[in-house]
């Protein structure tokens, strides 16, 4: 690895010092472990990040020897809009999936792709539709009267079978992307078999939502599967990052907060850290966007997640984006997101994809840069910005991290265990 002081000089301190509880998956299927006989804690920890005793003599690291595949470069004919990466490693296979839209986020049509690997991200099959769209594929400013789109929420395993879920939500008036009000639909779900093909799609609903007109009626699946299935979402470590409707508590600074990942610590407490969306009650964009905070916040629950602590503000940089996490074969944890480490810096983008890594748990005391900066941007679209973001799997000795490159391109990043800090 190579110092970032090569582009920064002396002034980026980056280490993250987690005092949190535990929780690790960064899919529904993933192992978790549990607690161990400590017993449960007394006290409320602290998630902090931090620098060794002499920040400015703090150097940043690139990653070096790991290899970037390319799954998804966005072009006019196909979408130029491709986000929401989810990653899972299941029976020895490798499901790579991601949201697709022809201009802009959360538009009319949005709708979810898929690939596979049979040999751990090396190779990969051809891209295909993993959910279709729901309503015509149309920019955000078009005035068509149907603004649905879904959002990718990964994988889940019931009985051995595996099962693609997204998110349904739609705005109510046409144009109306990024505006009030946006009403959630519910989810849907889908089989993923291993060698290929896709079962049928269903609502995991008890009651299915009208479709758009012109669009096919897609059935609520059966009841046992359905609550199988949402009872898996409910799980502490498992609760969708992207979804609609299903708010989390405020923060005790009255930030909304969302998109969580947690993890188990060894004692049996739960961890959630949150991306910042601003300070509630502001109705202009800009205003909250200026007011984003541009760290994480974090919540606890010592109960098996019954009950959580109200999220607080951490001092782990983040550029405002969703987070993955998980722990690698030799115990420690990680946690991988656009770790800008200006504070209060508006417009920087998610320009640096970072790793961090704790022995415990609690203290994420090394760090490493994946990529910086990122590619200029191809195409114009809403709430599109330079950077990355990712959701990863680890699979045998390498760390496998999908990414979304500029809301533009899918990548895969196959990162040796061995080459970590």
């Not at 491709?82 to 009319?108: K, L, P």
């Not at 078009?142 to 395993?157: A, C, L, T, W």
């Not at 480490?341 to 490493?368: E, H, T, V």
Request: charge should be positive; proline fraction near 9%; include cysteine.
């Amino acid at each position: 690895m190579r110092s970032l002081k090569r582009r920064f000089g002396r002034c980026l301190p980056f280490v993250v010092i987690l005092c949190l509880p535990l929780a690790c998956q960064t899919a529904p299927f993933d192992a978790l472990q549990g607690p161990s006989a400590a017993g449960p804690r007394t006290e409320t920890p602290v998630l902090s990040w931090t620098v060794a005793d002499d920040p400015m003599a703090f150097r940043y690291e690139f990653l070096e020897r790991f290899r970037t595949i390319e799954l998804y470069r966005g072009n006019p004919a196909t979408g130029t809009w491709n986000h929401h990466t989810m990653i899972a490693y299941i029976d020895g296979v490798v499901y790579a999936s991601w949201d697709q839209h022809v201009r802009d986020e959360n538009a009319a049509g949005q709708h979810g792709l898929l690939r596979r690997s049979h040999d751990k991200g090396r190779t990969w099959t051809a891209v295909e539709e993993l959910f279709p769209p729901l309503a015509d594929k149309v920019p955000a400013d078009d005035p068509y009267p149907h603004v649905r789109f879904q959002s990718n929420n990964g994988f889940v395993v019931v009985d051995g079978i595996i099962y693609a879920v997204t998110d349904v939500a739609e705005w109510q008036r046409p144009g109306a992307q990024k505006a009030r009000p946006r009403t959630n639909l519910g989810r849907m779900a889908r089989a993923v078999h291993p060698e290929g093909g896709l079962g049928d799609i269903f609502w995991l609903l008890e009651e299915a939502p009208r479709p758009v007109p012109g669009y096919p009626k897609i059935p609520v699946g059966d009841p046992r599967l359905v609550k199988q299935i949402n009872d898996i979402f409910a799980d502490p470590g498992n609760a969708p990052q992207l979804q609609f409707g299903r708010g989390f508590p405020p923060a005790d600074d009255n930030h909304a907060v969302g998109e969580p990942v947690a993890w188990q610590l060894d004692d049996g407490t739960w961890v959630r850290i949150f991306r910042d969306n601003g300070l509630r009650g502001l109705s202009r964009l800009r205003d909250r966007e200026a007011s984003k905070s541009r760290r994480n916040y974090v919540s606890f629950s010592f109960d098996d997640g019954k009950t959580w602590t109200a999220p607080t503000r951490t001092s782990f940089p983040d550029a405002c984006g969703r987070s993955s996490a998980g722990r690698l074969p030799d115990g420690q944890y990680y946690v991988i997101n656009a770790a800008w480490p200006m504070p209060n810096k508006a417009g920087q983008g998610r320009s640096l994809q970072a790793i961090s890594l704790s022995r415990d748990g609690l203290i994420f005391d090394r760090m490493a840069v994946i990529q910086f900066p990122p590619p200029a941007r191809r195409y114009e679209g809403r709430s599109k910005a330079p950077g990355f973001q990712a959701h990863s799997v680890v699979v045998g000795d390498h760390l496998l991290v999908l990414t979304s490159v500029n809301k533009e391109d899918i990548q895969l990043k196959r990162i040796p265990l061995s080459v970590l800090p």
